[in-house]
């Protein structure tokens, strides 16, 4: 597969090859401040993510800490099972020296199963989106009425009606659009 820029033929390997040469750029510039702060935290709660853009090739993976709200790690994966997600968080924990004390994920498969082998003590739970995500569709699932009425409501909040560009005002931040 090739992409077309202006009559400019990129190979799809070609920009694999940028790509991973930006996350090792990234990851070297993202670990020098990190450092201090994780050295001083000296724990982390480590959210983990995969996202493929298309259904074929590589994964991008992001590992961020959320006490510190600091990205620690990104990777290109070609295959994310449990061993391989497992030698990557122990990276983490090594490089910056910081103890794990928790897990947020989607609870993907190779993470659940990573977490039940390597981490068993430590705890584990969906990130606001998938539980919120998960939680609906247990209500869509076990009560289509109660799922209807709360889509209703949802729908018809105002920030979801308003113009885009109507201003409101916030407190601290004075008028701004939704």
Known sequence: MSILIEHVKISESTI???????????SNQIDKHTVQILKAQGKIILALDGQKPDNKG??????????????????ILESADHATLHALVEEIRTFYEVELIGLVSDKQGSIVKMRDIFYAEILHQYCHFHFLQNLWNHIAAKDGNLHKELSKAVNNLHILKVS??????????GKAPI
Not at 16 to 26: C, G, H, S
Not at 164 to 173: L, N, V
């Open 164 to 173: 885009k560009t109507r201003k409101i005002f916030f407190e601290g931040i």
């Open 16 to 26: 694999r090859k940028y790509i991973n040469e930006i996350d090792a750029f990234l």
């Open 58 to 75: 590589a994964a991008l993976w992001l590992f961020v800490d959320l006490i510190s709200n600091r990205v620690l790690k990104i990777v």
